[in-house]
């Protein structure tokens, strides 16, 4: 764990984006004290160009543009971590049961991971939102339902690489049962390579969240960076600092959260590094 | 021959995709709150009771739910996909009005992904770790973080509002009643932003696999063996290594063909261009649930067909595969 972690600090790139993400996640814990009238709450007077009375500007309704960048990022974090972990954990269960038992379960089970990697993801998304009606929550579900394929096959790969390995078949000759083995034996094995590829899962949840909050599929309760640059793009034409700086948030968040994915998939699986 | 069989084989594949997608379809009706025949009326109260209760009967929703599914399969297999009453039109027409910009959209910016994304990764590849390379890196990163719908607007604002280069939105000028080369010419001014605001992701995505494919190839005997012949660089980067390398990113395009309609969705939204997406955007702002469950089959046996002509370029660059 401590040459892994070495080796994610010799990556200057990952190290970077660590520490915009550190800032991201300050900014958010800090922002009560920053804003503490929030981020619908008028602010000034309409759209005012960034200056030092408003840093980033203020929007048609006379909001400030910087407090509601400091609150999306709160959103996108939110459900950017949560639809990635439930995918990384409903696909991890999958491909460990495909993985482990193989045979019938395995075609199944890996038929409906190749469907749900062809269908059109965003549209599939979309519908689930409509059909849930526009939350936190049925956003998050909707991210997680197309994300998790991917995560799917990776462990299923790996399980089926681990399967004759001689700690599994000892396992099997000490009479283990079938979930421990999997739990307790083969899922440790396949963390590191869940955790690479989990964090850029990340990133792509927030572009996800940004495109459906965009469309306005969004909570209409939550203020989120889509939102903004929809919001937004009415006085596009007059006032192009109500859509360029929430975007540029994205922009950020997203390249930082990738710039950290591949500095952990480096760490973590050094061989890969020498195919 | 064995290739032939190998294609029959991907495509006894796809038919059960495109039966999953109806499978799915009416799983998301019944999880739709309200009664089914409301959802495939479209927006609730905007349909007449006559036509709710024609609905009823036809889809046989007074009966069993298994008969219902058979009834609904029979009808979207005809291309009976329901009514929307808010466009006044049969949801199939609707879709395949749309159709056309749709592709036009999406085969332009996937074709020059595919070219540019294929031609940078090489030359990243070929002058590696050079400030070529690393240009290239730095740039491909960016593209990949940035959210399609917010490159739109930006090039709007930069080549439209400042430069006024470029027409913010539309398919074409029709005020100017252009016809032959002149409408294609202005139909393809219109293109150049939504094409590049879809395709820049894209563009990234294949230069970062293409890259990686040609480095795996430097080391292989076969590179080796041409370059003891004597032959040149160009004649072993173009001549055997490009073939080789561009089989992943083929399947990769392949994978990435259903996210490319999603993009669509986005970017033909902030460009109101006249396809599916504008569509399905309006769909969504009246919650006319059954023209998006439409527009869903649709684009999904779309990205079917597309996965299967991906498959056939494949079989024909790689004479290996065999079933």
Not at chain 2, 144 to 164: D, E, Q
């Amino acid at each position: 764990m401590r040459a892994a972690l070495k080796r994610f600090a010799r990556n200057r790139m990952a190290v970077l984006g660590a520490c915009v993400i550190g800032v991201v996640a300050l900014l958010t814990a800090l922002s009560p004290l920053l804003y503490p009238a929030g981020a619908f709450t008028l602010a000034g007077p309409p759209l005012q160009p960034p200056g030092m009375r408003y840093l980033l500007g203020t929007d048609a309704l006379g909001r400030d543009v910087a407090a509601g960048v400091v609150a999306g990022a709160r959103t996108s974090l939110l459900i950017g971590l949560s639809a990635a972990l439930s995918a990384v954990l409903f696909g991890s269960l999958i491909g460990a049961l495909a993985g482990y038992y193989r045979g019938a379960t395995d075609i199944v089970l890996m038929r409906l991971t190749e469907f749900f990697q062809t269908i059109p993801a965003f549209l599939l998304a979309m519908l689930l939102v409509v059909i849930l009606s526009p939350s936190v929550l049925s956003v998050i579900i909707a991210i997680s339902a197309v994300s998790w394929p991917g995560i799917a096959r990776l462990v299923r790969g790996e399980f089926v690489a681990l399967g004759g390995r001689e700690f599994v078949l000892a396992s099997i000759g000490l009479g283990a049962s079938g979930p421990r083995i999997i739990f307790r034996h083969l899922l440790p094995n396949c963390v590191s390579a869940i955790i690479a590829v989990g964090s850029l899962l990340v990133a792509s949840a927030i572009l996800l969240e940004s495109g459906l909050a965009f469309l306005g599929l969004g909570d209409p309760n939550v203020m989120s960076w889509g939102l903004l640059i929809s919001a937004g793009r009415v006085t596009l034409r007059s006032a192009w600092w109500v859509c360029t700086f929430p975007g540029i948030a994205i922009l950020l968040t997203v390249l930082s959260i990738n710039l950290i994915g591949d500095g952990l998939n480096e760490a973590l699986n050094p061989r890969l590094r020498e195919r | 021959m064995r290739r032939w069989r190998y294609f029959g084989y991907r495509l006894a594949f796809a038919l059960p995709v495109v039966f999953g997608i109806l499978v799915l379809n009416f799983f998301l009706i019944q999880l739709a709150p309200g009664d089914a025949a409301s959802v495939l009326a479209g927006e609730s109260g905007a349909a007449s009771p006559e036509y709710t209760a024609m609905l009823r009967e036809k889809f046989g929703l007074d009966r069993p739910l298994l008969e219902q599914f058979w009834a609904y399969i029979g009808n979207a297999l005809q291309f009976n996909l329901g009514y929307s009453f808010r466009n006044d039109s049969p949801v199939f027409e609707l879709i395949l009005a749309r159709l056309g910009p749709t592709l036009l959209l999406m085969l332009t910016a996937f074709g020059a992904a595919l070219t540019l994304g294929t031609a940078l990764g090489v030359l990243a590849a070929v002058a590696r770790n050079s400030w070529r390379d690393a240009l290239i890196s730095v740039v491909t990163l960016i593209c990949y973080a940035t959210p399609v719908f917010w490159l739109g607007l930006m090039l709007i604002v930069v080549f439209s509002v400042n430069l006024n280069w470029l027409p913010t939105s539309g398919f074409e000028n029709i005020a100017e009643g252009y016809e032959g080369w002149e409408r294609w010419v202005d139909i393809g001014r219109h293109l150049i932003m939504p094409g590049t605001a879809l395709g820049l992701f894209y563009l990234a995505l294949y230069t970062r696999v293409m890259r990686a494919s040609m480095l795996e190839q430097t080391g292989m005997d076969y590179v080796t063996t041409a370059r003891a012949k004597g032959q040149t660089e160009r004649k072993i980067v173009f001549g055997h290594m490009l073939r080789n390398a561009f089989l992943p990113v083929l399947t990769m395009a392949g994978v990435q063909a259903g996210n490319l309609i999603g993009g669509s969705v986005v970017v033909e939204t902030v460009f109101g261009w006249p396809g599916l997406g504008t569509l399905a955007f309006n769909a969504l702002q009246s919650r006319d649930l059954n023209l998006l469950l439409g527009i869903f089959f649709i684009s999904a046996s779309l990205v079917v067909i597309i996965n299967l002509v991906v498959e056939l370029l494949t079989i024909t660059l790689d004479p290996r595969i065999q079933a």
